[in-house]
């Protein structure tokens, strides 16, 4: 940058000043041309990035969601990725406690989002070794552009037959807190005569000490009311009949839910987590029904039922875990309790006339009122060894132990004209199932620049107890030993590639097991069979993401089934010498389900305008049995959408 300069100078003249004189050159303009990166994929995350994303004024969170790659938003507001529902939402990490996940979507102001990401949120015992083996659950997160201010978002609509809508939503977030404050109203449900009002408050903060509290509750409520006509036609050897109904119904819900959830890090890893919650709702459903068969039998049935339903579902649990000096050797334990409680009440009106031709042959009316109380109770444990051989390789031994309980008493009575009761001692039902789990499991994981792979096994033992009316009916263990496997691959950051494999047990139910029959329902009871099996569930899966040119994003999977549970239903004449539809149980092999759901995104013009195809397609081989023969159904559904969106300043 100067002049050059040369000279002849004699060591005895010093010092000796040399001036050096600058010469510049000019250069040609540059441009820098960048087109935003839309979509990023940083681990187990999606990120959407806002930068690149052209909207109208006064967008909300939603009118987001509609653009973006892999993302389907339905008619409702309802959030999918590959198929599956996203059901959970946080604002800058922090959990949010909602009905539905359009309470905030619908509400929160798209200028105020800096990213939305798309987290594959794993259990805390996956998070602790880093070796990501169990099912993840799909979590939206919102990431503001403030650390600090606050937002209130107020909507208010009416129109014609009285419908309105209302809703407000206020958020503040200072730093590592934020509160949010929702409440929605409105009636203009495609389902009519449908009235839904429901809110949530939150507060999540993170301590000086790097442990992170939340809390909140949220609450719903709605009423219905509903008229509906059906015709149906039934095939079986006595013949075609055809069963036409016209119900009415009214119905009423509302819940509450509260929970609180902590949880400290240690370079981030959780060493120690809670969670407390308590969920309680009420239901009552008033129905009329006058249903007409006609065919090989006729009746006339008029039934009225009021039906109110009162649960409470208490829960918790604590996650401790502990890592060596060195970080080899990873100590966890988990905590996990769980109890529902359920009272019902049914109150019943049954006129039922039969009908042989035109002549009528019996005529009778059943005044019946039903109580059920209902119990589940569950508690697990889950310990796991895990060693580090290296930074490439680790050994996982888990135990975990399972003891539910499932207890159901129904009392039924008769009520003649002035409401006197008189307990119908056949219908009483006392019924007791527990249940053990041992599942003692290992996995090995090696690690390869960028490809993952994990195999191992499971041993799993069941041990089942049921007690019918203080009978014992049988006590019996069931042992497996299913394999499991991952592979996964992510190179450079900009694809994701899984291909994992696992298996699985789903025990039978009391009234699947019960021998002695569930006839609580006389025109419909349920005959237990004690000899069932429980079902093996085997399932193959494949993910893959890209992220470029066109952004794709593809889920697959093939599950198949031993020993499962189906019901029989068969026609037997009654004590009127009418058909009832009686329902039992057995084990088959050769039902299989396969799914796809595959999304293609396109952007143009700096992501001014874009094309997407999405679409899903499932497949069952399903097998039922109806009058004792044994059916083979095919069901096919594909939901195939094509989605162009132009937005421009």
């Not at 407390?276 to 090989?296: A, I, K, M, P, V």
């Not at 002549?359 to 009316?365: E, F, I, N, R, V």
């Amino acid at each position: 940058g100067f002049y050059p300069f040369s000279t002849r100078i004699s060591y005895k003249n010093s010092p000796y000043t040399i001036t050096l004189k600058s010469r510049s050159t000019l250069l040609n303009e540059i441009v820098v041309r960048s087109t935003p990166t839309l979509v990023q994929i940083k681990g187990d995350t999606m990120q959407y990035n806002m930068d690149g994303v052209i909207l109208k004024p006064n967008s909300v969170a939603e009118d987001i969601l509609k653009i973006l790659p892999g993302l389907l938003v339905d008619q409702d507001g309802n959030v999918f990725y590959k198929g599956k529902k996203v059901s959970s939402i946080k604002i800058n990490g922090k959990n949010i406690a909602v009905n539905d996940l359009k309470d905030i979507t619908k509400l929160f102001p798209a200028d105020a989002i800096k990213s939305i990401q798309l987290i594959n949120e794993y259990t805390l015992l996956d998070r602790i070794t880093g070796r990501k083996i169990d099912p993840s659950n799909n979590v939206l997160n919102i990431q503001t552009k403030t650390q600090k201010g606050l937002m209130l978002t107020a909507l208010a609509g009416a129109g014609t037959s009285e419908r309105y809508s209302t809703s407000s939503m206020l958020n503040v977030i200072n730093g590592p807190a934020v509160s949010t404050l929702g409440f929605t109203s409105n009636n203009t449900s495609p389902a009519l005569n449908l009235t839904e009002t429901h809110g949530n408050a939150n507060y999540a903060t993170t301590l000086k000490t790097n442990f992170s509290l939340d809390g909140g509750l949220f609450f719903s409520s709605t009423n219905s009311t509903n008229r509906s006509n059906s015709l149906t036609t039934t095939q079986s050897d006595y013949g075609t009949l055809q069963t036409l109904d016209n119900i009415n119904q009214a119905a009423k819900f509302k819940s509450l839910n509260v929970r609180t959830n902590g949880e400290k890090l240690v370079n981030s890893s959780p060493v120690l987590a809670y969670s407390l919650g308590y969920y309680t709702q009420q239901s009552d459903n008033l129905s009329e029904l006058l249903s007409t068969q006609t065919g090989f039998q006729h009746q006339v049935t008029a039934t009225k039922r009021n039906n109110v339903d009162n649960t409470k579902n208490p829960s918790g649990n604590i996650f401790l875990a502990h890592k060596s000096k060195n970080g080899k050797i990873i100590l966890s334990n988990q905590l996990a309790a769980n109890t529902l409680l359920n009272d019902n009440q049914l109150n019943e009106d049954n006129h039922i006339q039969f009908y042989d031709q035109d002549s009528l042959l019996g005529d009778s009316l059943i005044r019946r009122k039903t109580l059920k109380k209902t119990t589940r109770t569950s508690l697990s444990e889950v310990s796991s060894f895990v060693y580090k051989f290296s930074s490439a390789s680790s050994l996982e031994l888990r135990y975990q132990l399972l003891l539910t309980g499932n207890k159901l008493q129904s009392h039924s009575f008769d009520q003649d004209s002035i409401a006197k009761n008189t307990e119908i001692d056949s219908l009483a039902i006392n019924n007791k199932l527990n249940a053990m789990h041992h599942k003692i499991g290992f996995n090995y994981k090696y690690s390869w620049k960028k490809t993952n792979l994990i195999f191992g096994a499971k041993f799993i033992s069941d041990e089942l107890f049921l007690r019918v009316n203080s009978e014992k009916i049988f006590k019996r263990r069931y042992s497996f030993i299913l394999p499991e496997a991952r592979l996964e691959l992510n190179p450079m950051n900009k694809s994701n590639f899984i291909i994992a494999y696992s298996s699985d047990l789903n025990d039978p139910g009391a009234d699947q097991l019960n021998p002695i029959g569930n006839y609580s329902l006389p025109q419909a009871p349920i005959i237990g069979n004690k000899d069932l099996k429980p079902t093996q569930i085997h399932e193959l899966s494949l993910n893959y993401t890209a992220i470029g040119k066109y952004n794709i994003a593809i889920y697959g999977s093939f599950s198949y089934y031993f020993d499962n549970i189906v019901s029989q239903v068969d026609w037997q004449p009654n004590a009127y010498n009418n058909l009832i539809q009686v329902s039992t149980f057995t084990n088959v092999n050769g039902m299989y389900t396969a799914r796809a759901n595959a999304s293609i995104d396109r952007r143009f013009n700096d992501n001014k305008w874009g094309i997407t195809l999405y679409g899903g397609a499932t497949y069952n081989h399903a097998i039922t049995f109806i009058d004792g023969n044994k059916t083979i159904n095919h069901v096919y559904q594909a939901d195939p959408s094509f989605r162009i969106n132009y937005i421009s300043k």
